[in-house]
């Protein structure tokens, strides 16, 4: 069965510095999806970015992007000039093609200092 | 609006009550899911359904039945609510041929 894990429970960083998350999944799959999301205060869930297994070029979005090792199995994200509102708990998940579900993390809590 | 829109937003509720988390979509999306959130634990899919004549389970139906009422709407029961279902309950949608969901804001459910 396919695994997400996220080691940091908690992590922290001083506004408008760079911060990055880890995440690491087990998969025998070849062919797959990978996401971060995002989850305020608010608690809606936000996708931030996504990754193609198939593509090797990291995916970006505006100040975020990702580290895609496949060979590691690893899906780390970079957050760039950290603000305010980047304050949040963010979740790993994966999927495979055609399967039901997204497989997610444990969440890693995000805080930004002033 | 909220595409992804579910009611009530929280809701505490006592032992043994049934209780119903009620989901809509305004996305025209087919998959409809169920998850639920707990700390330490991330998001794990209670039920998903296809279509309106399509209902599955996921890897905790255990104590939970859905109801997915036309192609926009989707609903949770627990029939007879238990402390451990306090949680945080999320509808997700997408459509075939998409890899990610888009999630609604969240039921809060305190059982007491």
């Known amino acids: 069965a396919q695994t997400v894990t996220q080691s940091q429970p908690e992590m922290s960083v001083q506004e408008a510095e760079t911060v990055t998350l880890s995440c690491t999944y087990d998969t025998s799959e070849s062919d797959y999806y990978l996401f971060w999301y995002k989850q305020p205060p608010s608690r809606q869930m936000i996708l931030v970015i996504r990754q193609e297994a198939y593509k090797q070029q990291n995916a970006t979005e505006n100040r975020f992007s990702v580290n895609f090792q496949k060979a590691a199995k690893s899906f780390s994200l970079k957050i760039s000039d950290s603000q305010l509102g980047d304050a949040a708990m963010y979740f790993c998940a994966y999927r495979r093609p055609g399967a039901q579900k997204l497989v997610f993390g444990q969440g890693t809590r995000l805080t930004i200092n002033p | 609006d909220a595409d992804v829109t579910q009611t009530p937003r929280n809701r505490i509720t006592k032992t043994g009550k049934r209780i119903m988390l009620e989901c809509s979509q305004t996305?025209?999306?087919?998959?409809m899911y169920w998850y639920r959130q707990d700390p330490g634990l991330g998001l794990r899919l209670i039920y998903y359904s296809f279509d309106v004549k399509d209902i599955n389970k996921g890897e905790i139906s255990d104590g939970y039945s859905v109801s997915r009422q036309a192609q926009a709407k989707f609903s949770l029961s627990l029939e007879s609510a238990i402390p451990n279902q306090t949680a945080l309950y999320f509808c997700?949608?997408?459509?075939?041929?998409?890899?990610?969901?888009?999630f609604g804001q969240g039921t809060r459910l305190t059982v007491v």
């Open positions: 997700a949608t997408s459509e075939g041929g998409m890899a990610e969901a888009f």
């Open positions: 996305k025209g999306h087919d998959r």
